[in-house]
């Protein structure tokens, strides 16, 4: 079966990883499915080659392709309007607050909107004016103003 592999098996193959990119997204499987159209348009102008060397031709691109776009992205990352959006402790970061409860050994309570965020900082008394300067997961660090 492998021995029969045409340069149409591999396009097949490149549209199914294509089209597996739309219900699984991540720039995984784009780049595998760019892979195989290219093993598959290489076997066009060489139909001779085994199996073996499409399944290598394919591994190498595919890891190399994938590993290119990961740099590509870390050199370059998305721009975006809203950077906090799935980040939710990191949009208050930079706000200001007045305490209803007391910090005490410097861990205290602080309501944001309808949420209770676990605070930490300097020991201060309810009523005091504070400005959160970091998110650390569900940990505000705060400031006394």
């Not at 076997?43 to 590509?72: C, K, N």
Request: glycine residues 8%.
């Amino acid at each position: 079966m492998l021995e029969q592999l045409d340069y149409w098996h591999w396009w097949v193959i490149g549209i199914v990883l294509i089209m597996l990119e739309l219900f699984l997204p991540g720039a995984f499987f784009l780049w595998m499915g760019i892979a195989a159209a290219l093993v598959g348009i290489i076997l066009l102008v060489a139909p001779d080659m085994t199996w073996q060397s499409q399944f290598i031709i394919f591994a190498i691109v595919s890891v190399v392709s994938i590993a290119v776009w990961r740099i590509y992205l870390n050199k370059h990352p998305i721009a975006t309007d809203k950077p906090t959006l799935n980040r939710r402790g990191e949009q208050y970061v930079g706000r200001e607050f007045t305490l209803a409860e007391p910090v005490v050994n410097g861990v205290g309570k602080l309501k944001v909107d309808d949420t209770m965020w676990k605070i930490e900082g300097d020991d201060c008394e309810s009523g005091t004016k504070i400005k959160i300067i970091e998110a650390d997961g569900a940990v505000l660090k705060i400031e006394v103003l």
